[in-house]
Each structure stands twice: as structure tokens, then as C-alpha cells.
């Protein structure tokens, strides 16, 4: 993976939108069609957690000891909120976030099963408006690693292709299917890595109409890395496919944010020199944290602490 030697302001610059606050609820089973289904008992239904897939990987990141900033736009509550604060906190560069007036910040509300199965409604606010802003470039030309993540719209293509011309590594965390068909190949052209889940690769290859992971890199990307929870994940290039083993917590409470948290950690795992193959691993070490409480930021381990549990084998 080619990453920029030269000094940069920030090692790893975050794009997308999608909504700032996540409500979290743990459900018995996952329903049945027209079956209503409690909640456990310990839920906690009346905390709001910080959240977007963008400013979880900026969390995870600065965390992990990363200077990083966000591309985002957010709204009219925002300066508000107390986010800009807990931002600040983590060191995380927030001065280039679009504010849109016309609507507040928007809220996922998140259910899952004790077997993290589950599914997330959104309502988006701000973040609708997103494709009608173009992300500042001053950031780009600064980052050696650029995550982009939902909302994939004109917005985070300008964000991915302004960091393809200024030679940062571009990682594609997510839903890269949910793109609009005349955007899906620009973007596939700008990609260097793809993270992908099992569920999420299976609606990119509708979409591209091909078969296999495999055939994602004749579209664009140099690494494919598609991840299946506690089975580990796998790492697909022109030289292959190489399975990574998990790394498994015995204290599973939330598993959402653990996607962004992998791929945070392996953008850092490659800034700090780690081949592939390690990075993934490091990654899932960094999620292996997170899932341990409940919210996508509550949980961040240090590299230190994330190193020693993805490789305590070795």
C-alpha cells in the first residue's frame, strides 16, 4: 500500500455524513415479520452516544495516536451539542466541518440480538443536504491516509478524488453499493483499499454484476478486505486470498461500531509500517475493544493495548 512519505499535517483525514448521535437498544431476538420483541432488561433507552461512521474512525484513530481530522456536514444544533467539545478532547481537527442551518444533526436508532444480528433507522437531518457542499481540499493535500464512509454522494467522491490527486492511500469503509450507479465506478477508480462486511460485499457485487470479491480489483481497488465478525476476515489482492484469524473478546456488549474501529485500526496499522496481513489483524484487535461496551467511541484502546492483544500469539 503506497502511503505518502513526505511530512503531512494529518496522518488520517475521515469523510462522509451520515448522523451525529446513535441511540442503542438490545433486543431479545431479532423479530420475526409483525412480531413485537422486548428489550433486555439492562437496556439503557434513555442515553443518546456519540456516533457516524466518519467520527467513529476519526475517534478510534486520534485514540490510537493519530493527528486527524473530519469532512462532514452537520447541523444547526451542532455548536451546541457538546460534540465540538468531546472532538477537541480526542485532538481530532474539527475547523473544516459544513454547518447546514436548515435542519439539526440527525439520530440512527440501532437494534441488535445477543447473536449481533440486528438493523438501524435513520432519520438523516443535515446530512441530506450534504451533496450540495464540496469538501475543503486544504485537508486532502495534508492527509496520507483518507477513510471515506456514507453518505457515498457527490460530496465524498469530491473528498475521494481530491485525495487521489494529491497522492493520499484511499480506504472505502462500508456501504459502498449504497452509491448512485453514475458515481459507483468513479469511485471504484479512486479506492485503494476496500473494507467491506460479508452483507455489504454481497450488495457491491449486485450492483457491479460480478461474482466474486475478486473481481472487485478489475474495477479499481489494489486490496479487497472483507470481514465476518467472529470468524475473522479475509484479504483479497492480485497475489490472493489470505484468511486473517479473529481477535476474540470474552465480554461481547455492542458490536456496533466495531466496522469503523477495524478500519481505523488498520489505516494506523499501515501508517506505522505493519504489512497488510498484520494491519488486518491489528484492526481487529482495535474492534475487539470497542465491542466490549456500548457505543461506537466509548471503548478506545491506545496502540499499545491493541497491539498486545492482536499479537499476544507471537
Given at each position: 500500500?503506497?502511503?505518502?512519505?513526505?511530512a503531512r499535517c494529518?496522518?488520517?483525514?475521515?469523510?462522509?455524513?451520515w448522523t451525529?448521535?446513535?441511540?442503542?437498544f438490545q433486543m431479545?431476538?431479532?423479530p420475526?415479520?409483525?412480531?413485537?420483541v422486548?428489550l433486555?432488561?439492562d437496556?439503557v433507552?434513555?442515553?443518546?452516544y456519540?456516533?457516524d461512521c466518519?467520527?467513529?474512525?476519526a475517534?478510534?484513530?486520534?485514540?490510537?495516536?493519530?493527528k486527524?481530522?473530519?469532512?462532514?456536514?452537520?447541523?444547526?444544533?451542532?455548536p451546541?451539542c457538546g460534540?465540538?467539545?468531546?472532538l477537541?478532547k480526542?485532538?481530532i481537527?474539527?475547523?473544516?466541518?459544513?454547518?447546514d442551518?436548515?435542519?439539526?444533526?440527525?439520530?440512527?436508532?440501532?437494534f441488535?440480538?445477543?447473536?449481533?444480528?440486528?438493523f438501524?433507522?435513520s432519520?438523516?437531518?443535515a446530512s441530506?443536504?450534504?451533496?450540495?457542499?464540496?469538501?475543503?481540499?486544504?485537508?486532502?493535500?495534508?492527509?496520507?491516509?483518507v477513510?471515506?464512509?456514507?453518505?457515498f454522494?457527490g460530496f465524498?467522491?469530491?473528498?475521494a478524488?481530491?485525495?487521489?490527486?494529491?497522492g493520499a492511500?484511499i480506504i472505502?469503509n462500508?456501504?459502498?453499493g449504497?452509491?448512485?450507479?453514475e458515481l459507483l465506478?468513479?469511485y471504484?477508480?479512486?479506492?485503494?483499499?476496500?473494507?467491506i462486511?460479508?452483507?455489504?460485499?454481497?450488495m457491491l457485487?449486485?450492483?457491479?454484476g460480478?461474482?466474486?470479491?475478486?473481481?472487485?480489483l478489475?474495477?479499481g481497488?489494489?486490496?479487497?478486505i472483507?470481514?465476518?465478525?467472529?470468524?475473522?476476515s479475509e484479504?483479497?489482492t492480485?497475489d490472493?486470498k489470505?484468511?486473517?484469524?479473529?481477535?476474540?473478546?470474552?465480554?461481547?456488549?455492542?458490536?456496533?461500531?466495531a466496522?469503523?474501529s477495524?478500519v481505523a485500526?488498520v489505516?494506523t496499522?499501515?501508517?506505522?509500517?505493519l504489512?497488510?496481513?498484520?494491519?488486518?489483524?491489528?484492526?481487529?484487535?482495535?474492534?475487539s475493544?470497542v465491542?466490549?461496551?456500548?457505543?461506537c467511541?466509548?471503548?478506545?484502546?491506545?496502540?499499545e493495548?491493541a497491539f498486545a492483544?492482536?499479537?499476544q500469539?507471537?
Amino acid at each position: 500500500m503506497r502511503i505518502p512519505s513526505e511530512a503531512r499535517c494529518y496522518d488520517l483525514v475521515a469523510v462522509g455524513g451520515w448522523t451525529l448521535y446513535d441511540h442503542i437498544f438490545q433486543m431479545q431476538h431479532y423479530p420475526r415479520p409483525g412480531e413485537t420483541v422486548e428489550l433486555l432488561p439492562d437496556s439503557v433507552v434513555n442515553k443518546t452516544y456519540w456516533g457516524d461512521c466518519v467520527f467513529n474512525v476519526a475517534a478510534v484513530a486520534a485514540g490510537l495516536g493519530l493527528k486527524v481530522a473530519v469532512l462532514s456536514v452537520v447541523g444547526n444544533d451542532f455548536p451546541s451539542c457538546g460534540y465540538p467539545e468531546a472532538l477537541a478532547k480526542l485532538g481530532i481537527e474539527s475547523k473544516y466541518l459544513a454547518i447546514d442551518q436548515r435542519l439539526p444533526s440527525g439520530h440512527s436508532f440501532l437494534f441488535s440480538d445477543p447473536e449481533g444480528d440486528g438493523f438501524c433507522l435513520s432519520w438523516r437531518g443535515a446530512s441530506l443536504f450534504q451533496d450540495e457542499y464540496t469538501p475543503s481540499q486544504e485537508p486532502l493535500k495534508q492527509a496520507k491516509i483518507v477513510v471515506i464512509n456514507e453518505a457515498f454522494d457527490g460530496f465524498t467522491l469530491a473528498g475521494a478524488q481530491g485525495a487521489a490527486d494529491a497522492g493520499a492511500l484511499i480506504i472505502s469503509n462500508g456501504m459502498l453499493g449504497t452509491a448512485d450507479t453514475e458515481l459507483l465506478d468513479e469511485y471504484l477508480t479512486c479506492i485503494d483499499l476496500l473494507c467491506i462486511s460479508e452483507a455489504e460485499g454481497k450488495m457491491l457485487l449486485e450492483r457491479l454484476g460480478i461474482e466474486t470479491e475478486n473481481d472487485i480489483l478489475s474495477h479499481g481497488p489494489r486490496a479487497v478486505i472483507v470481514t465476518h465478525g467472529a470468524r475473522g476476515s479475509e484479504v483479497i489482492t492480485a497475489d490472493g486470498k489470505t484468511q486473517v484469524t479473529p481477535v476474540l473478546t470474552d465480554r461481547v456488549v455492542d458490536v456496533n461500531g466495531a466496522g469503523d474501529s477495524f478500519v481505523a485500526g488498520v489505516a494506523t496499522g499501515l501508517l506505522r509500517e505493519l504489512p497488510l496481513i498484520d494491519a488486518v489483524r491489528f484492526g481487529a484487535g482495535v474492534a475487539s475493544f470497542v465491542i466490549e461496551a456500548v457505543g461506537c467511541q466509548t471503548n478506545l484502546p491506545t496502540w499499545e493495548q491493541a497491539f498486545a492483544r492482536a499479537f499476544q500469539d507471537k
